[in-house]
Nanobody, 128 residues
Framework: QVQLVESGGGLVQPGGSLRLSCAAS????????MGWFRQAPGKEREFVAA????????AYADSLKGRFTISRDNAKSTVYLQMNSLKPEDTAGYYC?????????????????????WGQGTQVTVSS
């Protein structure tokens, strides 16, 4: 079992930045690729980004490339999502997830079914 706990969400003005964290406990963190998803009210869950076991490879949703950056610190069993130039449409619950496999394809990593564990989410609200 892997337990995932997200933090770092909150209210931010348009154009601002936030860094989300996802702390893992349980099985060896470095054995899992990690992903971030988001879901806004009334919308489907959307893939944001994923990162390989050691952090050497990443995958991003095309629409978010350049604004969002995923990273991980295996010594701290934590994955991060740096979000810059935030827009109101970025408002959503953000969820981290752990998967046993990784692909540099956003289409592959964007499939929620490949993830074995999920966190409870942290809310991000972008509003003036």
């Amino acid at each position: 079992q892997v337990q995932l706990v997200e933090s770092g969400g909150g209210l931010v003005q348009p154009g601002g930045s936030l860094r989300l964290s996802c702390a893992a406990s349980g099985r060896t963190f470095s054995s899992y690729a990690m992903g971030w998803f988001r879901q806004a009210p009334g919308k489907e869950r959307e893939f944001v980004a994923a990162i390989s076991w050691r952090g050497g490879s990443t995958a991003y949703a095309d629409s978010l490339k350049g604004r969002f950056t995923i990273s991980r610190d295996n010594a701290k069993s934590t994955v991060y999502l740096q979000m810059n130039s935030l827009k109101p449409e970025d408002t959503a619950g953000y969820y981290c997830a752990a998967a046993a496999r990784f692909s540099s394809s956003a289409q592959s990593m964007g499939n929620p079914r490949i993830y074995d564990y999920w966190g409870q989410g942290t809310q991000v609200t972008v509003s003036s």
